[in-house]
């Protein structure tokens, strides 16, 4: 088990609706952040908070989306008017320990 | 970020050792290499890293060339479910933003 559990799992929406992915921590962690990935490829960056603030943001992350950590615990990722190039693996990840990053099984996003 | 190379794609035996090849010509001094794999629908998992000596844990074993500038992950006896793909990393000594590049797709065969 990870430390992280991302909700939900798979997500099929239609272009131009709005989708929100959610991301808990199993216990209180400092720093978490947001990674896609497409098919065929490594994982990209797309944000990063310490506690509630959001201290860094990818030119990925177009005006589109928008994430948040409301209390420093769990985090939401939005998407609005998604589009088909948004299909992707949406991932989070928390620092475990001082050293390595802890993964969820990530969000499965298919925009038809 | 400094860059890694490593081989698209790799077979093993299972049961056998499994020697995964990283180049990383442009480390710097403060440069970690750490190892991650994700196995399929999953997210990447951690699986080692280190600084400059050589680095076991119960995962994998990390050998980091002298002049550092290539690395080998060695799994001493592969499973099926070691199939996954392995991605080598230079990032600081605590965790901080990573960036992955394409990896090596492990592939086990009975």
């Known amino acids: 088990d990870t430390g992280v559990s991302q909700n939900p799992r798979h997500k099929i929406t239609k272009r131009g609706q709005n989708v929100t992915f959610r991301c808990d921590p199993i216990s209180e962690h400092n720093r978490l952040y947001w990674y896609r990935q497409t098919l065929g490829q490594g994982p990209e960056f797309l944000t990063y908070f310490q506690n509630e603030a959001q201290l860094e943001k990818s030119r990925l992350l177009s005006d589109r989306f928008s994430a948040e950590r409301p209390k420093g615990s769990f985090s939401t990722l939005e998407i609005q008017r998604t589009e088909q190039g948004d299909s992707a693996m949406y991932l989070c990840?928390?620092?475990?320990?001082?050293?390595?990053?802890?993964f969820g099984s990530g969000t499965q996003l298919s925009v038809l | 970020d400094a860059k890694t190379t490593q081989p698209n794609s790799m077979e093993s035996n299972e049961e056998e050792p499994v020697h995964l090849p990283c180049n990383h010509s442009t480390i710097s001094g403060t440069d970690y290499i750490h190892w991650y794999r994700q196995l399929p629908s999953q997210g990447p998992e951690y699986v080692i890293h280190g600084l400059t000596s050589n680095v076991n844990n119960r995962m994998a074993s990390l050998a980091i060339a002298e002049d550092r500038k290539s690395s080998t992950l060695i799994l001493h006896r592969a499973t099926l479910r070691d199939a996954a793909v392995y991605y080598c990393?230079?990032?600081?000594?605590?965790?901080?933003?990573?960036?992955f590049g394409t990896g090596t797709r492990l592939q086990v065969t009975l």
């Open positions: 990840a928390i620092v475990d320990g001082l050293s390595y990053l802890s």
């Open positions: 990393i230079l990032n600081t000594g605590t965790a901080s933003k990573l960036t």
